[in-house]
């Protein structure tokens, strides 16, 4: 933005009549006062055009709080983990020159081949209860996803699939009431219900709570929250895992994720690792 404005000054001055020079005998002194008059020229005339740098300073800077302020940040999260060679207790007597190593990279192979498999996911999915409901704070720019932290929780008989992957909102009334709709309060007013009384949507029972979070002052906030499908969630986190060798012919293995909620991120990959290194104790 400040660029094109710069080069809109430019462009204004250059348009601009210049007075020539007087011609003078000795070269020296003749550029030097003609290099003097342009810049003092060119000064002058930038003075006259104040107003397009101020109108791009203030521009710049409002653009740079805008995305600063109201961007939702995204934050990556990475652990390494020593792979083990199982082989490595065998001796080197036992391998041909450079066999170690070939042993030691399809071992790291299989160990990421089996970390990207399902069943592995689902069951980090089983460690993480607190996955099981995705927490949003709905703003005016921008939403907040909530973990651990959210204001109320919800509970349901998570033997009834109806409610998977759908999005209900919810205000707060009062200290003990609140109001839940599925369409946003755009299309209704949404249902009065109060907290920790049982109440159906279809035939799920839901109850909701609040939490140490809860002040009267979020009054008439928007909230939303989601029961996930742990499969769809599972499936999901497969595709948001990177999986890299440390190094060439290393055996440490670097998993990474990325997520708009730091802390949830590390209790993802803190639960891959817990799950890994499980199954390497049964296999052992």
Same mark, same amino acid.
């Given at each position: ?46 003075? @006259? ?8 300073? =203030? ?23 020593? %792979?083990?060679?199982?082989?490595? $207790? ?11 190593? =070939? $042993? ?29 409901? &995705? ?31 759908? %999005? ?12 839940? &709709? ?6 209704? @007013? ?57 190094? @060439? ?6 998993? $990474? ?11 993802? =990959?803190?639960?891959?690792?817990? =799950? ?9």
């Amino acid at each position: 933005m400040f660029c094109w404005f710069l080069a809109l000054l430019l462009k204004k001055l250059t348009l601009q009549k210049i007075v020539p020079i007087p011609y003078m005998e000795n070269n020296k002194v003749s550029e030097n006062t003609n290099t003097n008059i342009n810049l003092k020229s060119f000064l002058f005339k930038s003075i @006259k055009y104040w107003y397009i740098f101020v109108l791009a300073l =203030v521009t710049s800077y409002a653009t740079a709080y805008y995305k600063i302020r109201y961007s939702i940040p995204a934050y990556s999260v990475n652990a390494r983990i020593l %792979v083990k060679d199982e082989f490595s $207790s065998w001796g080197q007597e036992y391998f041909l020159p450079g066999m170690e190593l =070939v $042993s030691g990279r399809n071992r790291l192979v299989n160990e990421i081949g089996m970390i990207r498999s399902f069943p592995v996911m689902r069951s980090v999915m089983d460690n993480l209860p607190d996955f099981r409901i &995705s927490y949003n704070d709905i703003g005016n720019i921008k939403t907040t996803e909530l973990y651990k932290d959210a204001p109320f929780v919800v509970d349901w008989d998570s033997t009834l699939q109806g409610l998977y992957n759908r %999005v209900f909102y919810l205000k707060f009334l009062s200290n003990d009431k609140f109001l839940i &709709s599925e369409k946003k309060f755009e299309e209704d @007013k949404g249902e009065l219900h109060g907290f920790g009384i049982p109440f159906k949507i279809g035939e799920n029972t839901l109850v909701i709570r609040a939490t140490s979070e809860f002040s009267p002052a979020l009054a008439l906030k928007l909230y939303s929250f989601r029961i996930n499908n742990m499969d769809d969630l599972a499936e999901a986190y497969l595709g948001n895992i990177g999986l890299n060798i440390e190094a @060439k012919d290393d055996s440490i293995l670097v998993i $990474s994720t990325s997520g708009l909620n730091p802390k949830k991120a590390i209790d993802f =990959v803190n639960s891959l690792i817990k =799950v890994y290194i499980n199954i390497g104790l049964e296999q052992a």
